[in-house]
């Protein structure tokens, strides 16, 4: 049984920041990629940020520079800084896990930036 729980998110100003962190449950025998994609309404869901099993991240093109993908593996936590936001970061930001069985997600958390 995996589990993740997300949190951090809320109501932002453009320009503003947030820090989305999420706590992941279950064995640790081994260390998973672990990233965060987002939903706005009507839109396909879009992969934001991915780090990998051994520490490498990655970022969708229209963050780069502005979020930073960490990860606390003593915590089981990961963690998604995201600065400079802009009105179409406006989202359900999702947790995900990639293990060997599939990938697991959590319930989500609201993103909304505006003025």
């Known amino acids: 049984q995996v589990q993740l729980v997300e949190s951090g998110g809320g109501l932002v100003q453009p320009g503003g920041s947030l820090r989305l962190s999420c706590a992941a449950s279950?064995?640790?025998?081994?260390?998973?990629?672990m990233g965060w994609y987002r939903q706005a309404p009507g839109k396909q869901r879009e992969l934001v940020a991915r780090i990998s099993n051994v520490g490498i991240p990655d970022y969708v093109s229209s963050v780069k520079g502005r979020f930073t993908i960490s990860r606390d593996n003593a915590k089981n936590t990961v963690f998604l800084q995201m600065n400079s936001l802009k009105p179409e970061d406006t989202a359900v930001y999702y947790c995900?896990?990639?293990?060997?069985?599939?990938?697991?997600w959590g319930q989500g958390t609201q993103v909304t930036v505006s003025s």
């Open positions: 279950g064995s640790m025998f081994s260390i998973y990629s």
């Open positions: 995900f896990r990639e293990q060997a069985e599939g990938v697991y």
